[in-house]
């Protein structure tokens, strides 16, 4: 299925050593959601035939969300690979806003850092449980170009939790139309 793109304009934002960038190029977006479901696939299939020990792999996709939500790609090997290989492979740029993107990257480092902690206190059932969760979720984003993050980014902003300042061009997200990757 394939949608209008939406162009969302660049917003002038310092490009600090910790910044994440706006707009964001939503096929690297989508490309490090693959990443991020192989790498959970990986992790929860091994913590479930070869045992509980293989969850340690959890870290890396901890670090790599902290680093994202930090930084953007600059210091995620997932989403430098995304960003400067797999994407520009795929097509031209489609931007879209930054915000809940870095939202929906927060969402995923407080996850999978909870199941960090989970499989270091030796609750590696919750943490298998929270694995899938990355899966299904980063699948949505990698698949379908549904990120579940952005929606809720989007309900908060509807709430007035999130201040309309902190992005005007995701006031209209949720009309945004799902597109997907591919001929």
Do not use: D, H
């Not at 919750?126 to 929606?151: D, K, P, T, Y």
């Amino acid at each position: 299925m394939t949608g209008q793109f939406v162009p969302v304009p660049a917003v002038s934002v310092s490009r600090g050593l910790f910044s994440f960038p706006n707009p964001v190029n939503e096929l690297a977006a989508r490309s490090v959601a693959a990443g991020v479901v192989v790498l959970s696939a990986l992790t929860l299939g091994l913590s479930l035939v070869a045992g509980p020990g293989w969850l340690w792999l959890s870290v890396l996709l901890a670090y790599g969300f902290v680093a994202r939500v930090l930084a953007g790609p600059r210091f995620s090997p997932l989403g430098q690979l995304a960003t400067r290989m797999i994407a520009p492979r795929l097509g031209p740029a489609r931007l879209v806003a930054g915000p809940p993107k870095r939202f929906a990257q927060g969402i995923g480092a407080v996850v999978t850092t909870v199941a960090v902690v989970l499989t270091a206190t030796g609750a590696a059932g919750i943490a298998q449980v929270l694995i899938g969760m990355m899966i299904v979720f980063a699948g949505l984003e990698s698949a379908l170009g549904f990120c579940v993050g952005c929606r809720i980014f989007a309900v908060l902003m509807r709430l007035g939790l999130i201040p309309a300042a902190t992005c005007e061009a995701c006031a209209n997200i949720g009309v945004r139309p799902v597109t997907s990757v591919g001929p």
